[in-house]
Nanobody, 115 residues
């Protein structure tokens, strides 16, 4: 089992920045990839980014060039640095770990971009 806890969400003005964190615990030895997803009100959950233990990354088209994913392996924590935030980035951001046996999700952290 893997437990995921997100933090760092909040209210930010357009053009601002936020840094999200996702702390993993439990069977962390089995984790090779960690992901961020988001879900805006009334919309489907959307892929944001993923990172492997080795540091390979991939981003969704809507966040490329503005968001940066990183991982601190000793701390088992993943981060998402979000810059140039826009109102359309408003969503609940979820941490995700896909394993062969199961997929784990955190409870999410709300990011609101508004003036």
């Amino acid at each position: 089992q893997v437990q995921l806890v997100e933090s760092g969400g909040g209210l930010v003005q357009p053009g601002g920045s936020l840094r999200l964190s996702c702390a993993a615990s439990g069977s962390i030895f089995s984790i090779n990839v960690m992901c961020w997803y988001r879900q805006a009100p009334g919309k489907d959950r959307e892929f944001v980014a993923h990172i492997t233990r080795a540091g390979d990354v991939n981003y969704g088209d809507s966040v490329k060039g503005r968001f940066t994913i990183s991982i601190d392996n000793p701390k088992n924590t993943m981060y998402l640095q979000m810059n140039s935030l826009q109102p359309e980035d408003t969503a609940v951001y979820y941490c995700n770990v896909p394993l062969l046996s199961a997929t784990y999700w955190g409870k999410g952290t709300l990011v609101t971009v508004s003036s």
